[in-house]
């Protein structure tokens, strides 16, 4: 898929650099202005005309007049001990969502791998300006504003859809995040695992991929980048047809049998977990490469060793790694996570299958800053924040 195949931006700040030649064009201002805008605001990460002090000052006042400002401004930084950081962002109409900054070695770092060695290292450690000394930061990133699958277990469901962020607004929320980080840190990857699903504002989320993937942007390999989605089979099957699978896919499956998964899961009613499944399969992971099956345990609901069996047999012959997370407690769900022993048994049950799989256990404080823990803010939080240090 080439950008031209998108439908067009929903606002300036998400135009790519033909866009912009096309508007500068009718503007009659000379073309090349228009790699030095979409510099400024993908490299730089300054979104505010008047800040672009190569361009004369005619042109900053037409962008400004145009429209083009920050979409997003960050309302508050919460930082754990550990170096994860938990940024509030504020969208240009006041609603607010969270993204998370990850380093390796983090608590929540191992959420989203699992383990160290899991997460892909061939590009970037091969890249000429690779340095040991780099801390390497993830960037866990939000899609929508809520999220309108409504699973059982998490936070964004329970607060329903506010509305979709545009692509703008995906790709400010991490030029933020990049403008957070110290000393010898480096953006390395993004997960599509904060609110939302991005499958389900598959536009705007494959626009910002595109955007953040750009070569006069933030220039991240398109490997770098994973998608979490909670199985929409059409919109998987697009994301492999338009990227070809160079993009990362991670799928929350939380069950193996098709009716305990619609009680997790009501888009499992749409999309049934055969179907999921037959979607996986055919996704084309790269050479070398794995794709992430996510299983949120859940006591009493998907976690007796009967499951366990049933997920290896669903899941025999995929080039994939589990991630197994015992349930994180949202309020006003009456579901919790299983027992220590239980967790232990699931998962060995699992590697005895033959599956490599990971436990991330939840520990006090780091909970809300954990992909898939972040909520909606106002009457609808529901889980507890980060202490600031
Ligand atoms: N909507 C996408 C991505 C965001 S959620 C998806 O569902 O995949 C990221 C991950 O966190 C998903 O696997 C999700 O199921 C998981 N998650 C959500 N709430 C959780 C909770 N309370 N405890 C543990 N994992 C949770
Ligand atoms: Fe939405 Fe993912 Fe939460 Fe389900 S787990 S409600 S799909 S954010």
Same mark, same amino acid.
């Given at each position: ?37 979409? /510099? ?45 950081? #938990? ?6 109409? @006041? #609603? ?34 690779? /340095? ?6 993830? $960037?866990?990133?939000?899609? $929508? ?13 329970? !607060? ?38 991005? %499958? ?7 626009? !910002? ?28 099957? /697009? ?23 619609? #009680?997790?899961?009501?888009? +499992? ?32 609901? +998907? &976690? ?11 899941? /025999? ?10 349930? +994180?407690?949202?309020?006003?769900? @009456?579901?919790?996570?299983? &027992? ?35 909520? %909606?803010?106002?009457?609808?939080? #529901? ?7």
């Amino acid at each position: 898929m080439q950008p031209s195949d998108l439908p067009p931006a929903a606002s300036l700040a998400e135009q790519f650099p033909p866009e912009w030649e096309k508007l500068l064009g009718d503007w009659g201002e000379p073309r090349y202005r228009a790699l030095q805008i979409f /510099r400024w605001i993908h490299q730089r990460g300054v979104q505010n005309p008047a800040q672009m002090t190569d361009l004369p000052k005619r042109l900053r006042d037409k962008l400004t007049d145009a429209g083009l400002a920050a979409p997003a401004h960050v309302a508050e930084v919460q930082a754990s001990a550990d170096g994860t950081k #938990k940024l509030l962002v504020e969208l240009a109409d @006041g #609603k607010q969502i969270e993204t998370v900054l990850i380093p390796r070695g983090s608590v929540a770092a191992e959420d989203i791998f699992a383990s160290d060695s899991e997460e892909p290292r061939d590009e970037y450690t091969e890249s000429a300006d690779f /340095r040991s000394d780099t801390l390497e930061v993830t $960037q866990c990133i939000s899609s $929508q504003v809520g999220c309108a699958m409504g699973c059982a277990f998490c936070a964004s469901g329970i !607060a329903g859809l506010k509305r979709q962020m545009n692509a703008a607004e995906i790709v400010s929320q991490v030029l933020l995040g990049r403008a957070t980080l110290e000393g010898s840190s480096r953006l390395a990857g993004i997960v599509f695992m904060g609110m939302g699903e991005p %499958l389900h504002n598959y536009n705007a989320v494959a626009r !910002a991929i595109r955007l953040i993937s750009h070569p006069d942007g933030l220039g991240m390999s398109l490997r770098r980048m994973t998608v979490s989605t909670s199985g929409l089979v059409p919109e998987m099957d /697009r994301l492999a047809r338009d990227f070809g699978g160079q993009v990362q896919l991670a799928v929350s499956v939380h069950a193996a049998d098709t009716d305990t998964r619609s #009680k997790l899961m009501p888009v +499992n009613k749409k999309y049934p977990l055969s179907e999921v499944i037959a979607a996986i399969r055919r996704y084309p992971v790269p050479r070398r490469r794995r794709l992430t099956i996510e299983y949120t345990l859940v006591r009493g609901m +998907n &976690d007796n060793e009967q499951s366990a069996r049933s997920l290896a047999r669903i899941l /025999r012959g995929l080039r994939a790694k589990v991630n197994l997370i015992p349930m +994180n407690p949202v309020q006003g769900t @009456g579901l919790a996570a299983p &027992d220590d022993t239980v967790v232990d048994r699931f998962q060995q049950i699992l590697r005895d299958e033959g599956l490599d799989t990971f436990l991330r256990r939840r520990r006090g404080d780091d909970i809300a800053a954990a992909c898939g823990q972040l909520a %909606l803010h106002g009457e609808a939080r #529901k889980v507890r924040a980060l202490p600031l240090v």
